[in-house]
């Protein structure tokens, strides 16, 4: 399952950096679905939403939009979906 806010789908195709052991890289946001970036070198690898540094303040918590939820079966059939309502404000 993935789930990314929308508002970050505005940086794909952008430069950002990511944040390493090392120091800071700049790598280019692809997909913002699952965070795939690429760096300098052409190398393609998915990044932490934590460890992204963006040019932007994101929006605050809760003012940040819909967040979309993608769902991949690991075979042929059906899948179920269970979730806690009272969870949910």
Do not use: C, K
């Not at 950002?16 to 052991?21: D, E, H, I, Q, T």
């Not at 090392?22 to 970036?37: N, S």
Request: proline share 6%; net charge negative; aromatic share 8%.
């Amino acid at each position: 399952m993935l789930a990314r806010e929308s508002w970050l789908t505005a940086f794909e195709g952008r430069r950002v950096w990511l944040r390493a052991a090392h120091g800071t890289e700049e790598v280019t946001l692809i997909r913002a679905d699952d965070l795939l970036v690429q760096n300098a070198n052409g190398a393609y690898f998915h990044a932490s939403q934590q460890d992204l540094l963006l040019p932007e303040a994101p929006p605050p918590q809760g003012q940040r939009g819909v967040v979309s939820l993608s769902f991949a079966l690991g075979g042929p059939g059906e899948g179920v979906l269970t979730y806690l309502t009272r969870s949910l404000t």
